[in-house]
């Protein structure tokens, strides 16, 4: 599911790109804080999508964004639009994105192939 919510914000902002000269913004998010807020953005619209309940409000997701990287709508909007003109660079981007997700997801496994293992016949017993 995670992989399909990055697919989805890839094919948004290619749709929503039209022009491969846009002029940069004033504001521009810096390339790294804008691929750890794709990388959030695609986490939270997994949650979404998987309805898991939490403690993020699934009425208004981007808040969160917003209120953590302290941007606004409009300058979110002007930096992946001015991302996604350089759609080679912008694919990168979001490899980076999905190694993320990737590592996170081995982590996770991880953890559970560790809390599942029953304790070796060797190991001290705690009593």
Do not use: H, W
């Amino acid at each position: 599911m995670r992989k399909n919510a990055v697919i989805i914000l890839f094919l948004f902002t290619i749709l929503s790109c039209n022009n491969s000269s846009l002029e940069k913004p004033k504001n521009l998010i810096e390339k790294d804080k804008m691929i750890s807020i794709l990388y959030d953005m695609s986490l939270l619209e997994s949650i979404k999508s998987q309805n898991i309940a939490g403690g993020i409000s699934s009425k208004k997701p981007n808040e969160y964004i917003y209120k953590k990287y302290k941007i606004d709508s409009i300058q979110l909007l002007k930096s992946n639009k001015y991302y996604a003109a350089d759609i080679e660079e912008y694919k990168k981007m979001f490899e980076e994105v999905k190694n993320r997700v990737d590592e996170e997801t081995k982590k996770i496994d991880g953890n559970k192939k560790n809390q599942s293992t029953p304790p070796s016949p060797d190991a001290p017993q705690v009593q």
